[in-house]
C-alpha cells in the first residue's frame, strides 16, 4: 500500500487549510517536507498496512512534527510512537525473527 494523501488534504486535516485552496508558503513547504518525511519512514515501518491506516498515521505523525519544537528535547518519544502512528500501524507491521550470535 502507498500514502495517498495530498498535502493540501493534509493540511486540512491538521486545520492549517480547507483541503482544496492551494497553501502559502512557509506552511506548504514544511508539509511538503514533513509528507515526504511521513511516506519514507511510514511505508517502510508497515508496508502492508491497508491505504486508510497509512493515511490516518502520516495525518498523526505529521502533526506532531508540525507542532514539535525543531530542537532536540531530552525526554521526547520518537515522532513514529509519540505521535500515535506505530500504534495504527503495529499490527500490520511484519516482526523477524533474527539469529543472534
Known sequence: ???????????????LGDG???????????????????????????????EAVQNEAAIRFVGWLYDSPTHGMRGIQNAMSASGAAALLGRFRERRVGVVR
Do not use: F, W
Not at 500500500?1 to 486545520?15: E, G, K, P
Not at 497553501?23 to 498496512?49: C, D, F, M, V
Open 20 to 50: 482544496v485552496t492551494a497553501l502559502e508558503e512557509p506552511t506548504n513547504g514544511i508539509l511538503t517536507r514533513h509528507l515526504a518525511t511521513a511516506k519514507a519512514l511510514i511505508e517502510s515501518y508497515a508496508p502492508s498496512a491497508p
Open 1 to 15: 500500500m502507498a500514502i495517498t494523501i495530498s498535502v493540501d488534504q493534509l493540511a486540512a486535516h491538521l486545520r
